[in-house]
């Protein structure tokens, strides 16, 4: 058994976090999943500015679409859903089997929506109707504006993988956002089944704090707070009110670990990876990262329920003046800014590629 076996053994999915066209078209996706046991995979706005950006693979539909009066906003998410369409039907298979635990992938809102609650309700109607595949998540931020957001959404039976989670507070809110809204689909008579995740991103912790604390500390932040959430969201799935909606057919909202690939190549490209093996959560890897841990990953010891050591690691934090709640605040308003910051470079690029390709077609008629 290699060491991404062992992990979909113990009870973790393993996911991609990265798609591109060309994965799909030279069978490496395939191949991930028959020899890397990925059973899902996400997305977000870097990831699609960077796939675009390398070389042409998009360029004849991007031309289509141009001639065919699209642009902007409209074109990419047209672009990324024929993608996302794709990498859903290969993995239906897996979202059948597994009675739709897994299977899914992920579709970014524009992160212009951010703070627009309203903005991101109807978005995500909009991008999961267009979609039309029913193992398609809807990505929401679990900012501020977010949180009531991702309530009417999973309330109107649209999927949503939440994102931008850096704490175990800010988990907890967007658990309460999704027990909120499947119990009020139950009061209306609905099905209590709505796909969720909540994405707690893991190595920001550790390359917001750097070396400004000790030596023995380093790298150590993203874990503890992982482990800290870990526990919360094992409480959750213990307590009566959980018990009751999964009696009436109610799927847990799974932890995601994002953002688990290292920086830093001093670091061992498997630390994340290795530290975050727990049974009921998905750990969504970079190709980087995925590949090196299915080379010559170490057999993963499994965290321990109460998070293992992470309250009296968060302590020593505490004692060398990391303030772990403003800095969770920081980090999630930090991460918005930069989806924005890829979102209006991929815009560009869309611009800039469909003006020139229109161009070219017009002047070879």
């Known amino acids: 058994m290699n060491p991404t076996q062992r992990l979909h053994a113990l009870g973790q999915s393993l996911w991609l976090d990265n798609i591109s066209r060309r994965i799909l078209d030279d069978g490496t996706l395939d191949r991930y999943i028959d020899e890397c046991s990925v059973t899902g995979l996400t997305s977000n706005p870097t990831i699609f500015d960077e796939a675009i950006g390398a070389g042409d693979t998009y360029d004849a539909s991007i031309r289509d679409k141009a001639i065919a009066g699209q642009s902007g906003e409209a074109l990419f998410v047209e672009l990324a859903l024929e993608d996302l369409r ?68 999973i309330f109107a039976g649209v999927p949503v993988n939440v994102t931008l989670l850096f704490s175990r507070e800010q988990y907890l809110a967007a658990a309460e956002a999704y027990l909120r809204g499947i119990e009020r689909r139950l009061a209306a008579g609905l099905d209590a089944r709505v796909g969720s995740v909540a994405s707690v991103f893991v190595s920001r912790w550790d390359r917001a704090v750097g070396d400004k604390v000790p030596a023995h500390l380093q790298n150590k932040l993203g874990i503890a707070i992982a482990g800290r959430t870990y526990r919360a969201y094992r409480e959750l799935l213990a307590s009566p009110r959980w018990r009751r909606l999964a009696a009436a057919g109610a799927q847990p909202q799974r932890l995601l670990w994002g953002s688990t690939g290292t920086k830093d190549p001093a670091l061992s490209p498997t630390l994340y990876v290795e530290a975050l093996a727990a049974p009921d959560t998905i750990n969504t890897m970079p190709e980087k990262t995925l590949r090196a841990f299915a080379e010559r990953g170490q057999a993963p010891i499994v965290l321990a329920d109460d998070g293992g050591d992470a309250e009296s690691l968060l302590q020593q934090f505490a004692q060398a003046r990391v303030d772990v709640d403003q800095l969770a605040v920081q980090l999630q308003d930090e991460g918005a800014r930069v989806f924005v910051k890829s979102w209006t470079s991929l815009m560009q690029r869309i611009a800039d590629k469909s003006e020139m390709l229109a161009d070219s077609a017009a002047g070879s008629r």
């Open 86 to 153: 794709r990498a859903a039907d290969i993995f239906k298979p897996i979202f059948v089997a597994t009675g739709r635990v897994d299977g899914w992938v992920s579709m970014e809102l524009s992160p212009l929506l951010a703070g627009d609650t309203a903005g991101s309700i109807d978005s995500a109607a909009q991008i999961y109707r267009q979609a039309g595949r029913e193992n398609l998540f809807v990505k929401i931020p679990g900012t501020p504006a977010g949180i009531p957001a991702i309530e009417e959404s």
